[in-house]
Each structure stands twice: as C-alpha cells, then as structure tokens.
C-alpha cells in the first residue's frame, strides 16, 4: 500500500503548480481523498477533499485558487494551484480516508493511509 505524492517544487508568488498523488496497492474511488500540508514549524493543516461522490471541500485559505480533482481510472487525484502565496509554502501530503464523515473531513485522525509528502516553496 503506497500513496505517492508528486509535482512540487520552487515558484514564485502568483505562480501555478499542480501535484499529483498515485496509489498502488489500494484505490481511491471508494473513499475520501485529501490534501494535507505542514509549514516548518507548524501543525499540519487541511487544504482539501474530494468524496466518492466528487464533491469537495476547501479550506477558507485556499478556497478559489486551489482545485482538487481525481481520475479513478488512473487511480489518481490532483492538486492545481494557481496564484500562490508565500504562506503556501509546506509539505504537502495526501492522504485516503478511513473513517470520513463531513464533520471529521478536515482533521489527520480521520485519514488512514498518507503519502511521503512533496515540498512547495513559494518566494516571494
């Protein structure tokens, strides 16, 4: 069982980035699937969900430039990052769901497999 997370790196201020995560050895289309990051120093935090369904969810933070999405042929789900900001810099990691419900959607405990992570940095 493995999640592996792909696409960051280093870009500036207003630029664009779109991250990837693969699984192997389990699939998505059954469950939640989320975006996680940690800024150094920092807990890790939401950023976005997509359910079975499709439906998603985002942090305020990130509500209007970052897009979750996932194609369930390829067993993957994306991450597209427009006009990003210094404070979006972190690991970000993906993570499927265990035991999601709307009201544990946005916390860690919920989620039973995780990626390894993929830095973004943004300069300013």
């Known amino acids: 069982v493995q999640l592996q997370a792909s696409g960051g790196g280093l870009v500036q201020a207003g630029g664009s980035l779109r991250l990837s995560c693969a699984a192997s050895g389990l699939t998505f289309s059954s469950r939640v699937v989320s975006w996680f990051r940690q800024a150094p120093g920092k807990e890790r935090e939401f950023v976005a969900a997509i359910q079975r369904s499709g439906s998603t969810t985002y942090a305020d933070t990130v509500k209007g430039r970052f897009t979750i999405s996932r194609d369930n042929a390829k067993n993957a789900v994306y991450l597209q990052m427009i006009n990003l900001k210094p404070e979006d810099t972190a690991v970000y990691y993906c993570?499927?769901?265990?035991?999601?419900?709307?009201?544990?959607?946005?916390?860690?405990?919920?989620?039973?497999?995780w990626g390894q992570g993929t830095l973004v940095t943004v300069s300013s």
């Open positions: 993570a499927r769901g265990q035991s999601v419900t709307l009201s544990t959607i946005s916390r860690s405990t919920a989620y039973g497999d």
